[in-house]
Nanobody, 121 residues
Framework: QVQLEESGGGLVQPGGSLRLSCAASGSIFSINVMGWYRQAPGKQRELVAA???????TYVDSVKGRFTISRDNAKNTVYLQMNSLRPEDTAVYYC???????????????WGQGTQVTVSS
């Protein structure tokens, strides 16, 4: 099994910054894509940003230029630097990892428990 532990959420004023971290642990053979999703009340979960093992990155349009995703493959950790935060960024942010637990195992999506980000004055 693979466990994902998130940290870094909290309450911040509009225009402020937060940095989320997510560390994967357990029986990890390899991790392909790591990413961050978010879900606001009454809305569907959406992809915020994702990064492949090789460093290919994608962002949802609403965070481009404000959020930066990065990854430390040696530590199986992904980060999300969030700048110029807006009230509409308020949501529970979930870490995701597409991982294998052995060489011949299928890739399986693992999820963190979520961390609350609230942007409010």
């Amino acid at each position: 099994q693979v466990q994902l532990e998130e940290s870094g959420g909290g309450l911040v004023q509009p225009g402020g910054s937060l940095r989320l971290s997510c560390a994967a642990s357990g029986s990890i053979f390899s991790i392909n894509v790591m990413g961050w999703y978010r879900q606001a009340p009454g809305k569907q979960r959406e992809l915020v940003a994702a990064i492949s093992f090789g460093g290919m990155i994608t962002y949802v349009d609403s965070v481009k230029g404000r959020f930066t995703i990065s990854r430390d493959n040696a530590k199986n950790t992904v980060y999300l630097q969030m700048n110029s935060l807006r009230p509409e960024d308020t949501a529970v942010y979930y870490c995701n990892a597409e991982a294998r637990i052995s060489r011949f195992a299928p890739v399986y999506p693992y999820w963190g428990q979520g961390t609350q980000v609230t942007v409010s004055s």
